[in-house]
T-cell receptor, first 115, second 113 residues
Framework: GAVVSQHPSRVICKSGTSVKIECRSLDFQATTMFWYRQFPKQSLMLMATSNEGSKATYEQGVEKDKFLINHASLTLSTLTVTSAHPEDSSFYICSGFGGRTQDQYFGPGTRLLVL | AQSVTQPDIHITVSEGASLELRCNYS??????LFWYVQSPGQGLQLLLK??????LVQGIKGFEAEFKRSQSSFNLRKPSVHWSDAAEYFC???????????FGKGTRLSVIA
């Protein structure tokens, strides 16, 4: 099946710093990628939708200047959390749509802890 | 608004026993329905999906789900659970396959000997 990777798998940073999370579709081209956020014991909540070569579409309540999304190629999307604060600590999961069966394939997630 | 309810936060079953995980959804039209499984440190893996046709859908790993429009349900079943099935299970709904999905809160499955 199609594989999506995320890097790093977990990151700890100081408050006020920026963190970049990479999402790669390893064996298929993902024209659309989605970024979700998951709090403990909560469901995945969509943050934004990104299409290759265009600006991301953010969900209501998600600050686009704080969560910068770049989808520069059909296999790579990045999420940068700028000026991170402790309340940004969460589990971030990306998914890419495509592949032979045209499904959404999810990455393993990135656990962010802001101190 | 779309929503998904998974009433059971945690279920424990004995190995070899049957399993049913419940999922109810709220959606204006016939949605695409999905079940995903998430093991610790792993991404979400698609078990099965439904968008039309036969309301009983077969998936991977011996799982099946039945779409019941009258009950707005899409329950996941497996006749005989294996210890390796212990994981978190998510039901999700969306207008199509290439659109963002709305997820339930998940059901954690524990399997005991």
């Amino acid at each position: 099946g199609a594989v999506v990777s995320q890097h790093p798998s977990r990151v700890i940073c100081k408050s006020g710093t920026s963190v970049k999370i990479e999402c790669r579709s390893l064996d298929f081209q993902a024209t659309t990628m989605f970024w979700y956020r998951q709090f403990p014991k909560q469901s995945l909540m969509l943050m934004a939708t990104s299409n290759e070569g265009s600006k991301a579409t953010y969900e209501q309540g998600v600050e686009k200047d704080k969560f910068l999304i770049n989808h520069a190629s059909l296999t790579l999307s990045t999420l940068t959390v700028t000026s991170a604060h402790p309340e940004d600590s969460s589990f971030y999961i990306c998914s890419g749509f495509g592949g032979r069966t045209q499904d959404q394939y999810f990455g393993p997630g990135t656990r962010l802890l802001v101190l | 608004a779309q929503s998904v309810t998974q009433p059971d936060i945690h279920i424990t079953v004995s190995e070899g026993a049957s399993l049913e995980l419940r999922c109810n959804y709220s959606y204006g039209a016939t949605p695409y329905l999905f079940w995903y499984v998430q093991s610790p440190g792993q991404g979400l893996q698609l078990l099965l999906k439904y968008f039309s046709g036969d309301t009983l859908v077969q998936g991977i790993k011996g799982f099946e789900a039945e779409f019941k429009r009258s009950q707005s349900s899409f329950n996941l079943r497996k006749p005989s659970v294996h210890w390796s099935d212990a994981a978190e299970y998510f039901c999700a709904v969306g207008p199509s396959g290439n659109t963002p999905l709305v997820f339930g809160k998940g059901t954690r499955l524990s399997v005991i000997a």
